[in-house]
Structures are given as C-alpha cells and as structure tokens.
C-alpha cells in the first residue's frame, strides 16, 4: 500500500528516541521530508543517523525544549527559515507520568506535568497553525495515552492530563476541520520504549528486582501478554498521519495490546 508520503513535510516533536523516533524513521523510509526536535542535539544526531542508515537520507534537526515559554515561537521560526512555510504533518510525543500516591504530590508536579503533557502540544499547535493551514491533506497526531481510558493506579497526574488531551484532539478536530487539517490522537498502553526502561530501572534498584522481572510483572494485565514496541505504536501514527486516513478526525485509538478494557 502506498502511504503517499513522497515530499510531504512532517515535524516530529519528540524524535529523537522512543515512539517519536520510530515514527520518523518509518515516515522517511515511505520518503516523507521529515524534521525530528528534541532537546538535545547529540540525541537529534544519533537518531538522524539510525534514520539515514533506514531512509538513505538524514531528517532535518532542530533543538528546542517544548516546555519552554518560547517554544511555539522558536518552532514557527524554524519551520519558516527552513521550508519556507508550509508543512503536511505534526507529530507531538512529548510526554509522560510521575508514579506517586496522590497525597505525595505538589502544586509543582501538578503544574510540571501538565506543562509536560498538554502545554507543550497546545505550543506545538498552536505556533504550527498557519503552516499546517497551507499544507496539503495536514495531520496532527498527538500521543496520548490508554491510561486516559483506563486510569492507571499512582499515575495520577497523566491520568488527569493524558485524559485532557482527549478533550483538546476531539475539539480541535472539529475547529479546524475547514482549514483541511485531520487532528488524532493514539493512545499507547505499555511500550518499550526509553521512558519504560529509565522507569524498570529505577524501580529494579528500590526494589532490588531484576528489569526482567519488573517487565513481567507489568504485562501480566495486558491480554497480550507483553510490552509493546515503538514500531507497533508508531505504525498507527505513520498511517493517521498519512493522507490514507482522509476520512478519519478526531479520533483517539488505542495501540494497547488490549490493557484498556473499556467499551468505548
Ligand atoms: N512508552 C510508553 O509506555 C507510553 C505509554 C503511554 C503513553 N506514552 C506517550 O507516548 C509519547 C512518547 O513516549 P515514549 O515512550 O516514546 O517517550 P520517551 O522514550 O521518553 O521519548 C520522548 C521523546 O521526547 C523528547 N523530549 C522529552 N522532553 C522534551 C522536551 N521538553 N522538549 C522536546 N523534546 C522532548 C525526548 O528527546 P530528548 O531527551 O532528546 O529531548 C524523546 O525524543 C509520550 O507522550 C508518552 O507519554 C508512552
């Protein structure tokens, strides 16, 4: 099947590891022209390298910490300077939890992660608006999560935040439907990714449990019976951010393994 990802531009915010990177990689082997943006440079480097060993030809990079006050007005510079306006596709996978008891958490983490979680996709899009506007058949795909369906115990805070996110994708897919821009989000359950393997590390070392059996512990309420890969994330990200998916907005799909039992 053919993506049709020859010559579209697509930015991916959070590219540099983890389900970001395995998005990129994919949307540049189907030939898309893509940008992946982190916060560190020798991360860009390292992925752009992994991605020009796949694609036969290295992503744009670009530097920026998306929770910085400044972030939506570095980014539209950019996107200006180097493609001259329009792009066709967004990607945000910026994101994540804290593990704690509510009662241990501050007004600090609530806010932390918030700016974490949903200020940094609200910059995203808000500042990649105009370019998105002149792109052709443009997509937004933000990443989720299935705890946002399913509430996981002691993620409080992403559980409430990935839960918002939900919100702003089924709105914006309606505000910006006359502009030809899709907006969807795909909700990961657990995903071996970096943030999962710095997660089983820390909890190896408090617990004095191996990584192996932490991981098995975590996918024994998965009906699948094991951890996601980025790859498997990614494809769903790959193809909503595709111009195949003309007919699908504002939705939000779980790549879950089954973890999130709800109905709808
Ligand atoms: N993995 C899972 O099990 C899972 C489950 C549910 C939902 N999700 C969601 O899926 C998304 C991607 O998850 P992942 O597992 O791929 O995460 P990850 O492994 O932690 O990768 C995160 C990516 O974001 C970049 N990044 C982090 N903070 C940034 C910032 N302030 N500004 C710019 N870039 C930043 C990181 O690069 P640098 O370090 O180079 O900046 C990296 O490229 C997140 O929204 C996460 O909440 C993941």
Redesign the pocket.
């Known amino acids: 099947m053919d993506l049709e990802f020859k010559g579209r531009r697509v930015l991916v915010?959070?590219?540099?590891?983890?389900?970001?990177?395995a998005s990129a990689r994919q949307m540049s082997v189907e030939g898309a022209d893509v940008a992946i943006?982190?916060?560190?440079a020798g991360?860009l480097q390292t992925a752009a390298d992994e991605i020009a060993t796949a694609a036969g030809r290295a992503p744009r990079q670009f530097v920026?910490?998306?929770?910085a006050a400044d972030a939506g007005a570095q980014l539209a510079q950019w996107v200006s300077a180097e493609w001259g306006g329009a792009i066709d596709a967004v990607v945000t996978?910026?994101?994540?939890s804290i593990r704690s008891a509510f009662a241990d958490l501050t007004d600090e983490d609530w806010i932390g992660n918030y700016t974490f979680n949903v200020l940094?996709t609200v910059r995203t899009i808000r500042a990649l608006l105009p370019h998105l506007s002149a792109g052709q058949a443009a997509s937004i795909v933000m990443?989720g999560?299935?705890a946002s369906k399913m509430p996981y115990q002691h993620q409080i805070v992403s559980n409430v935040h990935k839960a918002g996110l939900l919100g702003l994708n089924k709105t914006l897919a309606a505000e910006f439907a006359d502009k030809g821009i899709r907006c969807n989000l795909v909700a990961?359950?657990?995903?071996l990714?970096?943030?999962?393997i710095n997660r089983a590390t820390k909890m190896s070392q408090e617990e004095g449990r191996s990584v192996e059996d932490i991981l098995a512990d975590f996918s024994k309420d998965i009906p699948l019976a094991r951890f996601g890969t980025?790859d498997e994330i990614a494809r769903m990200v790959v193809w909503l951010s595709s111009p195949c998916a003309s007919y699908i907005t504002g939705q939000a799909i779980n790549v879950d393994g089954g973890i999130a039992r709800g109905l709808l």
């Open positions: 915010v959070g590219g540099s590891y983890g389900i970001g990177l943006v982190s916060r560190s991360n920026c910490d998306v929770t996978a910026v994101g994540g940094s990443l999560a299935a990961p359950g657990r995903t990714t970096p943030l999962w980025a």
